[in-house]
């Protein structure tokens, strides 16, 4: 079973611009997570979607959205990016409702913003 | 309510020694427990996890302790090794809500 996968592995863009981050979740896993990882600090909670909708958020500016799919993969949009925005992206996938609800995390997009 | 406190935020010990990393929820709802496990560079993994119904798990050399009355649990690392050195995340999670993580403890056993 493919685990959690995200593309592409690294990006570098420049101060100001736009990122586009992508994960696709293990099959049958419905909801995505997406966390933020600066150098050094713990996992911050930035979005959770589920059957297509988001379910929550964390408390990051409305320049980072995202959106699910049908097929239940996800994109995190990060717009006019700015040089703290540099960090580890994490995606994450669970089901919901069944007694393992435990996540499963791809290897994460570093984002760096020169 | 949704909070999960985890301490120490770091913790050195020398090989052979017994880590304990401590966790603390307030919502007696959550009923899943897992712990990740992160090397440097990569994502977390899942370590180990444990149900309120059962007060100890062990796996090899990991044992998380559950303690329901108090709201606490913790892992512990037995025969620590170098090769453990990573930040260990504590989580809670409950049907139908987001899993929610602790904000991280990192271990270094030296040799």
């Known amino acids: 079973e493919a685990g959690v996968t995200q593309s592409p592995t690294h990006l570098i863009k420049t101060r100001g611009q736009q990122a586009t981050l992508r994960c696709s979740p293990i099959s049958g896993h419905t909801s995505v997570y997406w966390y933020q990882q600066a150098l050094g600090l713990g996992l911050q909670f930035l979005l959770w979607?589920?059957?297509?909708?988001?379910?929550n958020r964390g408390n990051f500016p409305p320049r980072f959205s995202g959106r699910q799919f049908p097929n239940y993969s996800s994109e995190l949009n990060v717009n006019a990016l700015e040089l703290e925005d540099s960090a580890l992206y994490l995606c994450a996938s669970s089901r919901l409702g069944g007694m393992n609800t435990e996540a499963f995390f791809g290897q994460g997009t570093r984002l760096t913003v020169v | 309510q949704q909070q999960v406190k985890q301490s120490p935020q770091s913790l050195i010990v020398q090989k052979g020694g017994i880590p304990i990393i401590n966790c603390a929820y307030e919502?007696?709802?959550?009923?899943?427990f897992p712990w990740y496990q992160q090397f440097p560079g990569k994502g977390p993994a899942l370590l180990i996890a444990i149900r309120p119904d059962v007060s100890e798990k062990k796996e090899g050399r990991f044992t998380i302790s559950f303690n329901k009355s108090a709201k606490q649990f913790s892992l512990h690392i037995m025969d620590s090794q170098p090769g453990d050195s990573a930040t260990y995340f504590c989580a809670a999670s409950m049907g139908y809500q987001k899993v929610t993580f602790g904000t991280g403890t990192k271990l270094q056993v030296i040799p």
């Open positions: 919502n007696t709802a959550f009923d899943y």
């Open positions: 979607y589920d059957e297509g909708e988001e379910r």
